[in-house]
């Protein structure tokens, strides 16, 4: 596994358009969170940054979904070359994590690209009016280091987006497996 930072795009940026599947085939697009604050994040099944803090993303969902945010999860990955990230595994992952957030097919790579998407996990969280107000890591934590599992970065950042102001503009690149391009 090759440790890959996130690309750390301009605060402000656009929100690129985006439909894409769900494992079942129902489309979910960018315009379905038209006006609220969306949180896209690039996730994958195998990667062990991302299984790292997969319980804790359901907990972050459960808690920020009541809320008014938006959060949808796409992968991107190659799932001919990486089959546990295919989208009938994906189908089980959500069952056993218990994802209440939409996990999208990016099956020819276009929106990851869209997004500068450079690792797993990635976050990009943007405002109401589809503006990158947050660009960075969950928390601290990573495989092996004994830091706790609790999102502080990202749940300060989307506290402050729900309350209609500006996150810290200092913000630490998530850091995870690069996203396996075709």
Not at 42 to 64: D, G, M, R, T, W
Request: hydrophobic residues 40%; glycine residues 8%.
């Amino acid at each position: 596994m090759a440790l890959t930072p996130s690309t750390m795009i301009p605060l402000g940026t656009p929100m690129p358009e985006f439909a894409l599947p769900d494992p079942t085939g129902t489309l979910v697009s960018s315009d379905d969170y038209a006006g609220k604050p969306l949180l896209v994040m690039f996730i994958c099944n195998h990667c062990p940054f991302v299984k790292h803090i997969a319980a804790a993303l359901s907990e972050f969902a459960e808690q920020y979904l009541p809320a008014g945010l938006g959060i949808v999860a796409i992968n991107s990955n190659d799932f001919a070359s990486y089959p546990e990230d295919s989208p009938t595994k994906m189908q089980e992952e959500v069952a056993a994590r218990g994802y209440r957030f939409a996990y999208l097919v990016d099956e020819d790579q276009s929106v990851a690209k869209a997004f500068d998407a450079a690792c797993t996990p990635d976050f990009f969280l943007f405002d109401g009016e589809g503006k990158l107000a947050y660009r960075g890591q969950f928390d601290d934590s990573r495989p092996g280091n004994d830091e706790p599992v609790n999102g502080k970065d990202l749940r300060a950042a989307v506290d402050k987006v729900l309350a209609g102001e500006k996150p810290a503009e200092d913000q630490v690149p998530s850091i995870g497996c690069n996203i396996k391009w075709k």
